[in-house]
């Protein structure tokens, strides 16, 4: 069991991780004989915070909520540790169910919380067994973009750093069980093979030349293809404007209800004004980030 004493009895553990506004890329890879979803989620400057303090609190506590819960049981049996007494507390900017990793990011930040606690190196390798343990995950735990096997958990190629891009996106209403979409997903998939290897070797090809102009009409073509089989009731008209207010792409969370504009360089004020207009003309509060690492 792990013994505190003196003034660290008193300290507040912390863990971190980003979010996503959903994806740049999400379609079919192949790496064998089993057909699997391929995702380069978008890295958000929104994130969820995870806290933990020693002291006063029930013996063998656990985080609030089921899988953060399951995250910090499967750590400890992992290493064989017991946590002291103490109390988990949590913050997050991410909304649920929307296309921004919530749950992977509560999940990774309670692992970074518990690495802190113990004094460990964070392990990726240790992240990756937690999450496959839960759930089909997005990247959230590495700060980079990927080509990402969310499946199987499993890193296909890492992409960098060099990437970024500011936003104006919204939220629609509804969320959508990835879960349960995922036969659709596949079948689509299928039907539309060429077009998402043509629309993921463009991306690669810009995320190699360090192109955000060409990361950005990838990402379009690979939401345009997301169109046809999880539609967002907002996007022609996002996508039909994108010229008009010179944004370099559009991008969504492709299970999710996320829809927005990617910008390489930050829109001017006047600019800022005229997407908030655009967006409440289509009944939505528009909302402005950072994405990406650039």
């Known amino acids: 069991m792990l013994t505190l004493t003196g003034d660290l009895r008193t300290r507040t553990f912390a863990g971190v ?9 999400q379609g079919p890879l192949r790496p064998d004989a089993r057909p699997d979803i391929a995702l380069v989620s978008f890295p958000v400057d929104r994130h969820s915070w995870v806290y933990f303090t020693p002291g006063d609190g029930p013996p063998d506590p656990l985080p609030a909520g089921e899988k953060a819960a399951t995250a910090a049981r499967l750590f400890l049996d992992h290493f064989g540790l017991t946590l002291p007494p103490g109390r988990w507390s949590a913050h997050t900017d991410l909304r649920v169910g929307v296309g921004m990793a919530s749950s992977t990011a509560d999940i990774v930040a309670t692992l970074r919380c518990l690495f802190r606690v113990f004094a460990m190196p964070y392990d990726p390798d240790v ?7 839960i759930e089909r995950a997005d990247s959230v735990f590495l700060d980079e973009f990927v080509l990402y096997l969310s499946g199987r958990h499993r890193v296909v190629r890492r992409l960098g750093t060099d990437i970024g891009f500011h936003t104006a996106f919204v939220t629609e209403p509804g969320t959508v069980d990835t879960a349960a979409v995922t036969p659709l997903l596949l079948r689509h998939y299928r039907r539309r093979a060429e077009e998402y290897q043509r629309c993921l070797t463009d991306l690669l090809k810009g995320f190699s030349s360090g192109d955000p102009a060409a990361v950005a009409r990838a990402a379009t073509t690979s939401a345009v293809l997301s169109q046809e089989v999880l539609p967002k009731r907002s996007f022609e008209a996002v996508l039909a404007h994108r010229e008009d207010i010179g944004a ?4 969504v969370a492709h299970t999710g209800s996320l829809v927005g504009y990617l910008f390489s360089r930050r829109p001017a004020p006047a600019v800022r004004d005229e997407l908030s207009a655009f967006f409440h003309s289509l009944g939505h509060q528009c909302s402005f980030a950072q994405g990406g690492y650039g």
């Open 17 to 25: 991780c980003h979010g996503t506004l959903g994806e740049l890329f």
């Open 127 to 133: 992240v990756i067994a937690v999450l496959s343990a």
């Open 248 to 251: 370099d792409g559009v991008f």
